[in-house]
């Protein structure tokens, strides 16, 4: 019998609380004993960790963003994500390429064609087998991140962006909605957790 793990991504605009619920299952996860495998993109590997520092900071063009997100993930797949799910370990990932057709898609406006070629050839076919949407509005979401820390480039930008970056996630919802559990991201973070734990259960995962 082949072991496969379980590939589960977390997604959602800045501020909208997913690592805060990561947090939360990644413990639960292995108090009941799984192996859980906890990285994030941009990043996850050394390589893709010095990627990230560039991509997050340094003005960019909308393809260079690309290019370097998918160069990172690329690293990551094959040294961390790939070995982890071959062993069948629970992989948890904080953003994966859902983030790029939201952010350098749907908020940059980037061709979506170019992103799909990237896909293939990085990916070949590797797709989570679940992807936690986070959802809300861009709004409450500033508010949570409030001036307390330095934003990023992407934190920085304004409303209208993350309009354009949230249904750039309901864009790739609708395109392939049984990987998808769309979670209401408002309320407080017990109201949230218990939605978490609803989508789990359905899918057999809690
Ligand atoms: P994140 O790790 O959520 O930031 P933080 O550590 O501040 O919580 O994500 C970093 C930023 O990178 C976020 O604004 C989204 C952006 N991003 C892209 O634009 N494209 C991508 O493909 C990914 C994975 C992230």
Not at 118 to 131: C, F, I, K, N
Request: glycine letters at 10%; charged letters at 25%.
């Amino acid at each position: 019998m082949t072991v496969s793990g379980r590939f589960i991504t977390f997604e959602g605009i800045d501020g909208a609380g997913k690592t805060t619920h990561l947090d939360a299952l990644e413990q639960a996860w292995r108090q009941a004993g799984r192996e859980v495998v906890r990285t994030r993109e941009p990043g996850g590997t050394p390589l893709a960790e010095r990627l990230r520092g560039l991509f997050l900071h340094e003005a960019m063009d909308p393809l260079t963003e690309a290019l370097l997100v998918f160069a990172g993930r690329r690293d990551h797949l094959r040294t961390v994500i790939e070995p982890a799910l071959a062993r069948g370990a629970w992989v948890l990932c904080d953003r994966f390429t859902d983030a790029t057709f939201a952010y350098q898609g749907g908020g940059r406006g980037f061709d979506l064609t170019v992103l799909r070629t990237l896909e293939s050839w990085v990916q070949a076919g590797r797709q989570p087998d679940l992807t936690l949407l986070f959802d809300l509005p861009p709004e409450v979401a500033a508010e949570r991140l409030g001036a307390a820390r330095q934003p990023d480039r992407f934190e920085a930008l304004d409303t209208a962006f993350f309009e354009r970056v949230r249904a750039g996630y309901r864009a790739r919802l609708q395109q392939d909605p049984a990987r998808f559990e769309l979670i209401d991201a408002t309320g407080t973070p017990q109201q949230v957790a218990e939605r978490v734990h609803q989508a789990l259960t359905r899918r057999g995962l809690a």
